[in-house]
Structures are given as structure tokens and as C-alpha cells.
């Protein structure tokens, strides 16, 4: 079975603060996918990134970056200097890999809240 | 401009009464899917199709219904027999093949009163 687990449920920081949000996965697959979803307060989910088991590699995008961890079966996302359009619920989610089978597993989601 | 949409945004019915949601994308993906997100929650998988005129349920599909005749649409109908349906429904599609990301529409928002 697969499982991700998001033990932040909400995070209130300050205009420009750094902040970190937590991703912990479970899976019995070799080859899986794990992903980083954005939902403002409008509703549409907006894809953010997608990493493959094999590439461990971290990942910056612009104030964005992305520390993946097999080790700890973690996947973390840091904003830095964050703004107040960062304000969303963010979703961590797995997928296995290979087959047909391409289900997402969601996490419950951290509430992010910038205040000016 | 490529997308996906969902219409409407805010839809209310009256309990007992079947409600049909729309989902449509163009942008030539094979596959499709619907979700229910409650407040608090992750994101839960009611059906998926990964071509036309084939779905397969997903973790909660009792009192809903899909078709999928067409690549660009894939409806999804509450049913009464669903007992909690308020909620944000949100319909994905993908490529449906090898290094897959599932892109979202805006949702919509079904009350039932």
C-alpha cells in the first residue's frame, strides 16, 4: 500500500521568511513518482513538480527548491523569502511507476499562510 | 489556450436528486480522472478512464457513475445512492503513458442542500 503523510497541517510565516514543508512517503516500488501540487484559494490544483525514484538530485526553481531524500522517504519543499502569493495548501503526492496504473496518492495537505 | 475545464463552478441540488458534472480537455491527453477533495482532506480517487469507452472505479466510487465516449469529455454523475456528496470535485487528465503528471481543472463545487 502506499501512503504519504504531510504532518503539517498549517503553517503561518511572515513576508520573507523561509519555510519548509514536509513530505513523508511509503511505498513497496522500486520505481515510483512523487509530485508537489499547489492549490490557491481559487481551487484548480497547479502542478509544481515531479521527481523519479532514481534521480535524487535537489531541485531549484527560482524561490523554489526541493529536497528529496530515499534514505528518510522524504520529499521536502522549501520556499524562500516567501511572499504572500504563496498562500495556498500544498499537496504531496506518489504514483507508482511503470504498469498502467497511474493513480495519485495524496497527502492531506499543509495550509500555508504568508502574512505581510 | 490548451486546458482543461469544469463546469459549472458552484452547483447546489436538492438531496435525492442525480447531478451530472462536466469535465472537458484539449489537450489530445488519454487519460482522465475525478476526485473528491473534503475539507481537510487529500485529494480521493472516484473513477479513472485511460481511453475512450473504458474506466475503472478508484478508492470511492459507490454512488457515482462516468462515461467516457468521447477522448475530450469525461462526466461525472452523482447519484443519490451517494450519501455525503457535498464537496470539490476536481477532474484531471494526463498523457496516460510512461513519465505521467496529472493536470487539473478548476473544480467544481456541488452542494447539496
Known amino acids: 500500500a502506499q501512503k504519504v503523510t504531510q504532518a503539517q497541517t498549517e503553517i503561518s510565516v511572515v513576508e520573507k521568511e523561509d519555510v519548509t514543508l514536509d513530505c513523508v512517503y511509503e511505498?513497496?516500488?522500486?520505481?515510483?513518482?512523487l509530485f508537489w501540487y499547489k492549490q490557491p484559494p481559487s481551487g484548480e490544483l497547479v502542478f509544481l513538480i515531479r521527481?523519479?525514484?532514481?534521480?535524487?538530485q535537489n531541485e531549484i526553481s527560482g524561490r523554489y527548491s526541493w529536497n528529496f531524500q530515499k534514505s528518510t522517504s522524504s520529499f521536502n519543499f522549501t520556499i524562500t523569502a516567501s511572499q504572500v502569493v504563496d498562500s495556498a495548501v500544498y499537496f504531496c503526492?506518489?504514483?507508482?511507476?511503470?504498469?498502467?496504473?497511474?493513480?495519485?496518492?495524496f497527502g492531506k495537505g499543509t495550509l500555508l499562510t504568508v502574512n505581510p | 489556450d490548451g486546458g482543461i475545464t469544469q463546469s459549472p463552478k458552484y452547483l447546489f441540488r436538492k438531496e435525492g436528486q442525480n447531478v451530472t458534472l462536466s469535465c472537458e480537455q484539449n489537450?489530445?491527453?488519454?487519460?482522465m480522472y475525478w476526485y473528491r477533495q473534503d475539507p481537510g482532506q487529500g485529494l480521493r480517487l472516484i473513477y479513472y478512464?485511460?481511453?475512450?469507452?473504458?474506466?475503472q472505479k478508484g478508492d470511492i466510487a459507490e454512488g457515482y457513475s462516468v462515461s467516457r465516449e468521447k477522448k475530450e469529455s469525461f462526466p461525472l454523475t452523482v447519484t443519490s445512492a451517494q450519501k455525503n456528496p457535498t464537496a470539490f470535485y476536481l477532474c484531471?487528465?494526463?498523457?496516460?503513458?510512461?513519465?505521467?503528471?496529472?493536470?487539473f481543472g478548476p473544480g467544481t463545487r456541488l452542494t447539496v442542500l
Open positions: 484531471a487528465s494526463s498523457i496516460g503513458r510512461g513519465t505521467d503528471t496529472q493536470y
Open positions: 511505498t513497496r516500488d522500486t520505481t515510483y513518482y
Open positions: 521527481r523519479n525514484s532514481f534521480d535524487e
Open positions: 503526492a506518489l504514483r507508482r511507476g511503470g504498469g498502467s496504473n497511474y493513480k495519485l496518492t
Open positions: 489537450l489530445n491527453h488519454d487519460a
Open positions: 478512464s485511460q481511453i475512450v469507452n473504458d474506466f
